[in-house]
């Protein structure tokens, strides 16, 4: 983010205009992604059931964290396609996410929208205490949902990548055990290319696989039982969500490949 652009949160309480615009860009964002995924290309949401129970049904004291691959730079507009369209105006309940602050935050319009979007800025190598996630922190210590793309970036020929130790703090830091819910999703770079000119696609199919929320407080538990440190704790609880997206990429792709 450029020096002279402000931090794009207003601090509490939050102006009520800031409140509406917000809700604004959102809502608006939304619906159009909902519209774009579902009636102009072919989506296939498989356990949707339980993406939905953990937005909106989760325990009130419980955050929620929500872990997927990174193909494309729509791939968060798949969270608005896989949610109900009411969701579209439930925006406190909305995801908060992370975003390169050198892509997303480079003008000053950029920052309003992409502020107001929900979408907290981080800069690369910077490390796993920056401001952007400290922020992130504090929203999951507020009973929020945070959206992550532990990869770090784009993998545009989906190969292996290992993810940033980042996923590992905002779950170790939690006042609370959060709900850590993976999902993997294929397709959404052939609805809007990863190549210029970026001009979106309409009939082609995307598939999204969502698991089970996982155990985290058992390898939490376990770190600590071995009198590990925060770093390790991190590395740990990072490997783990590795393992747990990887098992979802082989019968995502088979779902993929069966959908007509």
């Known amino acids: 983010m450029p020096k002279d652009l402000r931090w794009p949160f207003p601090a509490n309480p939050v102006p009520a205009w800031w409140r509406w615009s917000s809700f604004s860009v959102v809502a608006s964002v939304s619906l159009m992604s909902k519209f774009w995924f579902s009636y102009m290309n072919t989506f296939k949401i498989h356990g949707a059931e339980k993406l939905h129970k953990a937005v909106f049904n989760r325990p009130v004291t419980n955050s929620l964290i929500t872990v997927s691959n990174h ?48 979408v907290i800025p981080l800069g690369r190598g910077e490390g796993v205490f920056q401001r952007g996630m400290d922020f992130a922190v504090d929203r999951l210590n507020n009973n929020e949902w945070i959206h992550i793309f532990p990869e770090g970036r784009v993998n545009m020929d989906k190969s292996w990548i290992r993810f940033k130790w980042g996923v590992g703090r905002l779950i170790n830091d939690c006042h609370r055990i959060p709900t850590v819910l993976p999902f993997y999703h294929l397709g959404s770079e052939t609805v809007l290319p990863n190549e210029r000119p970026y001009i979106p696609n309409m009939c082609k199919k995307v598939t999204v696989l969502v698991g089970d929320p996982l155990n985290v407080e058992h390898h939490l538990n376990w770190c600590r039982d071995k009198g590990m440190n925060a770093t390790e704790i991190r590395k740990v609880l990072t490997t783990f969500l590795q393992e747990e997206i990887e098992k979802l990429r082989l019968p995502a792709t088979e779902l993929h490949e069966m959908t007509s």
């Open 71 to 118: 193909h494309c730079c729509v791939d968060d507009a798949l969270l608005c396609a896989a949610l109900p369209w009411s969701a579209a105006f439930k925006t406190n309940r909305f995801r908060w996410t992370l975003g390169a602050k050198d892509i997303c935050y480079t003008k000053t319009w950029h920052n309003y929208f992409f502020g107001m979007g929900k």
